[in-house]
């Protein structure tokens, strides 16, 4: 962006909550074509929230006129991460109020992702669909200093849920609590957590805890993105759901929700669909322009 040109105009929105006081609130740019790499992150760093989205036109491949299809890069505050569920779910929202809903393509840094957008009662809602997923097990060395980092006994971690690494666009360490309270007593050590996440390349900590047969509470760590907490992480939930059908912890045909945000003051609620015979994971909610 040169010094003569106009800045973009940066939206403000909110994913995963119908209410501007909830939910994760994101940057959106609709029209990021005359922005550099420097500019973006600039504009991310500036308005300080976990991540923003930045459109452009689509690549070749997705641009046929035939579906409303666009690039889509995110930044956190500090450095471009490869993909953000409640960005895209805030971008997507912010495209349906000005040009209806529908279906969308957004073509990642992880791949492509689809998106659908309904409208009821004046309620928007998306659903993106994530990239193939996959889970990876971690190293005693490198779970002993995530919990050392964080603060957790190892005795506190619930014994039916195994840490692993899952992947549905970015990474996320998955570690579930066994008890509500643990999860809720946050206060960990940034810079030492910040370190081995950029040494395992995670984006978040997907931490859980299991209230019923169907439905979570989680919280995610952020440092990397110079965050102390994301308030609602789709990326995170799409990892989640891979991980907890991959174990055979949830039904391969499953409706999750995930609660997240209570801890923060900003209550959200994420909506994790998995289909028998499709390895993607849908990630939905609702989301609304912050004035």
Wanted: glycine share 8%; proline share 8%.
């Amino acid at each position: 962006m040169t010094t003569n040109a106009p800045r973009p105009e940066v939206l403000r929105y909110t994913a995963f909550s119908s209410s501007p006081d909830g939910g994760n609130p994101a940057g959106v740019v609709l029209d990021a074509s005359g922005l550099d790499d420097d500019d973006m992150l600039a504009i991310a760093a500036d308005l300080g929230y976990s991540e923003s989205a930045f459109l452009t036109a689509p690549p070749e491949d997705l641009s046929d006129g035939a579906q409303r299809a666009y690039r889509i890069r995110y930044f956190s505050p500090k450095a471009e991460v490869p993909f953000c569920g409640h960005a895209t779910i805030a971008t997507a929202v912010a495209l349906a109020e000005r040009t209806g809903p529908g279906e969308l393509v957004f073509a990642t840094p992880a791949g492509t992702v689809p998106v659908t957008v309904t409208q009821e009662d004046g309620t928007v809602r998306a659903t993106l669909t994530s990239v193939e997923p996959h889970t990876e097990e971690i190293a005693d060395a490198d779970l002993a200093e995530a919990l050392a980092a964080l603060g957790w006994p190892a005795a506190d971690l619930d014994p039916a849920f195994p840490p692993r690494v899952a992947f549905a666009g970015a990474r996320h360490l998955v570690l579930a609590a066994a008890t509500r309270a643990r999860l809720a007593d946050l206060a960990y050590d940034f810079a030492r957590l910040e370190a081995l996440m950029h040494r395992l390349d995670l984006t978040t900590v997907q931490l859980v805890w299991r209230a019923s047969a169907d439905v979570f509470h989680v919280r995610d760590p952020f440092p990397v993105g110079g965050v102390v907490e994301d308030p609602a992480t789709g990326a995170a939930a799409a990892a989640f759901g891979a991980y907890a059908r991959e174990l055979g912890l949830v039904p391969e045909d499953a409706v999750l929700t995930l609660h997240q945000g209570e801890d923060l003051g900003r209550p959200g609620e994420l909506t994790v669909t998995l289909r028998a015979g499709d390895p993607r994971v849908r990630v939905s909610g609702t989301g609304t322009r912050i004035a």
